[in-house]
């Protein structure tokens, strides 16, 4: 688990340094650009999320052509994937100049509004990018290559900090672009990181075996499996991260001070949370081998050592939210005023408390739901997500509007979905249908091994 989980939660947690110092850089050029940029991505992410869901799947056809030892397939498999990319990518720019109105009729004051449109419209032009990276990736986290993926993504951030402190301040002859020099900074990033993984991908030793010359046709059987199959991945995604950005959406109507605390708690926590989505991929990975040689005891085994790493990790970073919370907040302290800092930084320290009780939950939640995602139980995570989400947006608002609970009850409402959730996926996980299923063509998967025959019993000189 270690060997492969490390250098993807190393990958994923050099995503979170990259969104941390992005905010961090903004609050330090102005607290309304920050305060922007949390809304403006989750709505981006959100449109990102249905061919994102598609194209991360691949993953799991990749692990389990692998553990069934049809290594043929895995080319054909991830150049559906890449497709899924280059389609979407036009969609995306043509949904850039819609941002305004979406902005303004969430109620956001003109000003957080225009900062946002910004945010949004630039990020809209490494869309395609991302999707396409996800497929690509999917070649060597699929077959347990992450350090492959972890020098790549690391590169990948360091170039998005780098280019986040000249374009947004304005150096090295640039001119200072705040919040859109952020957006372009991630955007550059993601088309690097594309090319980045293309070129390792189509090394001389990988084309042959594993079909990446002719696997670049387009397969209608094998691109309805991975939509038949990451069709659920997708849409879950969409609609659990519609009902967050909704959430955020209300709270960004509480006012810029409101907005920059979740903003902040959340910058906060990705240092912690976004690891685990490297863990995760992990287990997807491990648990789609195992079932694809037909060993579901080890994909067991694989799954509950994930959550005892997460759950120690989480558990260590809750004791730190409630314990020692100014330690994470040292870095945005420091290009601010104190007048410019100090409210923001109560407001926040309160917020941790409610990441702080959730976050464990979270760590179940993200194991167990990346384990039946890797068997191919898809169905019953969208189905839990289309019952559950649209509870807390209804909460929120009627608590938010009719009530004037506030800010407080928003972040109760998502400590209480979260929390949710991870008990859900880890009573289907203990239910175990998950060891039977398998997203590959049954033709390519391998066989239970028999069990051995009972031994013969000698009863008054009788074999039974």
Avoid at 39 to 54: I, M, S, V
Avoid at 349 to 369: G, H, P, Q, S, T
Avoid at 453 to 462: C, H, L, Q
Wanted: aromatic share 12%.
């Amino acid at each position: 688990m270690l060997a492969v989980a490390l250098p993807l939660v190393i990958s994923t947690g050099s995503w979170s340094l990259m969104h941390f110092a992005d905010r961090m850089f903004l609050l330090w050029h102005n607290t309304e650009a920050m305060a922007a940029s949390m809304p403006a991505g989750l709505a981006h992410f959100t449109l990102l999320c249905f061919p994102l869901g598609l194209a991360t799947y691949v993953n799991t056809f990749v692990a389990q052509y692998e553990g069934a030892g049809r290594p043929e397939r895995i080319g054909l498999a991830v150049w559906q994937g890449v497709r899924i990319g280059l389609w979407a990518t036009p969609l995306f720019i043509l949904l850039a100049p819609c941002a305004p109105h979406l902005f303004a009729a969430a109620g956001h004051p003109p000003k957080l509004a225009s900062l946002e449109s910004i945010y949004f419209q630039t990020l809209c032009f490494g869309a395609g990018a991302a999707v396409m990276s996800a497929a690509l990736a999917s070649f060597f986290t699929g077959r347990g290559k992450t350090r492959v993926v972890m020098v790549v993504d690391c590169s990948a951030s360091l170039m998005n900090v780098v280019l986040d402190y000249v374009w947004i301040f304005g150096y090295l002859g640039f001119p200072a672009m705040g919040i859109e020099g952020a957006g372009w900074a991630t955007a550059a990033s993601q088309w690097f990181k594309m090319l980045v993984y293309w070129r390792l991908m189509m090394r001389p030793a990988h084309i042959e075996r594993y079909g990446l010359v002719s696997g670049k046709r387009f397969d209608a059987a094998l691109m309805w499996r991975i939509v038949r199959f990451g069709f659920p991945n997708g849409l879950q995604m969409f609609v659990e991260v519609t009902a967050f950005t909704a959430i955020n959406l209300l709270v960004g109507a509480l006012g810029p001070l409101a907005m920059a605390a979740t903003t902040l708690a959340f910058n906060v926590n990705s240092v912690a949370w976004v690891p685990m989505i490297g863990m995760g991929i992990a287990v997807s990975t491990l648990v789609g081998q195992q079932l694809g040689h037909n060993r579901p005891e080890l994909a067991a085994r694989a799954t509950w050592t994930a959550f005892w790493m997460g759950f120690a990790y989480m558990g260590t970073m809750a004791l730190v939210y409630v314990v020692i919370p100014d330690v994470l907040l040292l870095g945005h302290k420091a290009g601010t005023t104190p007048e410019q800092f100090d409210a923001l930084r109560d407001l926040t320290i309160v917020l941790l408390r409610f990441v702080a009780v959730y976050c464990v939950f979270d760590a179940m939640n993200m194991i167990f739901v990346s384990a039946l995602k890797g068997a191919g139980d898809m169905r019953f995570v969208l189905l839990s997500t289309m019952v559950i989400s649209p509870l807390p947006i209804l909460a929120a608002w009627f608590g938010i509007r009719y009530f004037d609970l506030g800010l407080l009850w928003a972040w109760a409402v998502v400590t209480a979905w979260i929390s949710t959730l991870g008990i859900i996926y880890l009573a289907r996980f203990l239910q175990g249908r998950w060891k039977a299923m398998r997203v590959i063509e049954p033709e390519y998967a391998i066989e239970p091994t028999p069990e051995p025959p009972e031994p013969a019993v000698a009863v008054g000189g009788e074999s039974l």
